[in-house]
């Protein structure tokens, strides 16, 4: 008797699943950088309004989170990670407030999915685009700007 081998079925992929694999692959121009904006566990009116003011700066490259998110980035950076990956972000901005670190805004971004780098700051005094004017307000092709200024960004690091 002859032996018989069984061949592999070949799998064929769903014309949804094509697109979207050939999204996620390497690009020679690639596409912009999506804006993940979370709320922490507790958020300030300040926090609030700053990150809905990033998120209009961001608008047609932005998500916003309406719910409240138990995210601790500097603790386990897998939740934001997550979040990041599923929803197709590269840079994220997560805003809490305590009584240890009160308006506090977390801006990151990642990087193959992976965390590559983040920065913590307190939100001193904030004055939203509504208050400032509309003549500030975004206009075609521009980009937010962060100024950081004082005596403190002037001097050298001990």
């Keep these: 008797m002859a032996k018989q081998t069984i061949k592999p079925k070949e799998v064929k992929q769903k014309p949804r699943v094509k697109r979207a694999l050939k999204e996620r692959e390497p690009k020679l121009v690639e596409n912009t950088k999506k804006a993940l904006i979370i709320r922490g566990k507790k958020t300030s009116e300040v926090i609030n309004l700053s990150l809905k003011d990033l998120y209009r700066l961001k608008k047609p490259h932005g998500l916003m989170f309406a719910r409240h998110n138990d995210v601790q980035p500097f603790e386990d950076e897998t939740k934001i990670e997550f979040l990041c990956g599923k929803n197709d972000c590269s840079l994220f901005a997560l805003g809490s407030h ?19 780098d983040m920065v913590e700051l307190g939100v001193a005094d904030f004055a939203s685009v509504e208050m400032v004017g509309a003549a500030l307000a975004k206009r075609v092709g521009s980009k937010p700007a962060l100024v950081f200024q004082g005596d403190l960004w002037d001097r050298a690091a001990p």
């Design 98 to 116: 305590n009584k240890k670190r009160p308006h506090n805004l977390i801006l990151g971004r990642l990087f193959d999915g992976h965390l590559l």
